[in-house]
């Protein structure tokens, strides 16, 4: 049985693997205009390697959804409340799944259409920072995350187009940068929530608990 830790840092690995495909799978596209077109069409039937993005999905898919059971389990250690903390590891484990339908239905299959459930990003920030809430000893993480999930509220109603902000021919990159702002929380929860679980054993220099505890104690050797 995979443990937290790793279940953590597998969130970190995350990141790191969809950004990575989406790069190499443009780099492998001749022609493809990031701004104007969804990433999506990179597994589509015009991409001259279609393979090499939706692999990538696939992976990265999996990888996502054993991250939102480290989530869970690491937020509830935490002092998290416990149902908040499995939601906040559902939409984690949401957003893999998402990746992991993009990559099993190619775009255009209607049933692409399932990799939206992604979008479950967007409350991950949100339900974290409700479970570590009045948490003396995770207060930077709490606040960050409630702050970045009104910042990806932002981003994901100019995606959608309000205000007219966007033009039509410049989709892509707001798609870009909702998906990069979500990973880039993803992957600095998990760093946060690692520390603190590696840390977890480490004695205190007062002895007197939490409450003594700085926001991310260093990690045991």
């Not at 390697?49 to 991250?67: E, R, S």
């Not at 993009?102 to 939206?116: E, S, V």
């Not at 570590?132 to 960050?144: S, Y």
């Not at 929380?185 to 939490?210: E, K, M, N, V, Y």
Request: net charge positive.
């Amino acid at each position: 049985m995979i443990s937290v830790g790793n279940l953590l840092r597998i969130g970190l690995v995350v990141p790191a693997i969809m950004v990575a495909d989406v790069l190499v799978a443009q780099h492998m596209f001749p022609g493809f205009r990031p701004g104007a077109q969804f990433i999506s069409e990179l597994g589509g039937p015009k991409a001259p390697n279609p393979q090499i993005f939706n692999i990538g999905m696939i992976l990265a898919g999996l990888a996502g959804v054993a991250a939102g059971a480290g989530f869970a389990q690491a937020l509830e250690h935490a002092g998290g409340r416990r149902q908040v903390s499995a939601f906040a590891g559902l939409w984690v484990a949401m957003t893999g799944l998402g990746a992991l339908f993009a990559g099993l239905f190619h775009w255009p299959d209607p049933m692409h259409r399932a990799c939206g459930v992604g979008l479950a990003i967007q409350f991950a920030p949100l339900f974290t920072a409700w479970a570590l809430w009045g948490k003396p000893a995770h207060r930077r993480l709490a606040r960050f995350s409630l702050g970045w999930f009104f910042f990806l509220l932002l981003v994901l109603a100019l995606l959608t187009g309000v205000w007219n902000v966007r033009t039509g021919n410049d989709v892509g990159f707001w798609q870009r940068g909702h998906a990069a702002l979500g990973l880039l929380w993803l992957a600095i929860a998990a760093f946060c929530l690692d520390r603190h679980w590696r840390g977890r054993d480490a004695p205190t220099a007062s002895g007197d608990g939490d409450s003594a505890d700085p926001d991310y104690a260093p990690a045991a050797s």
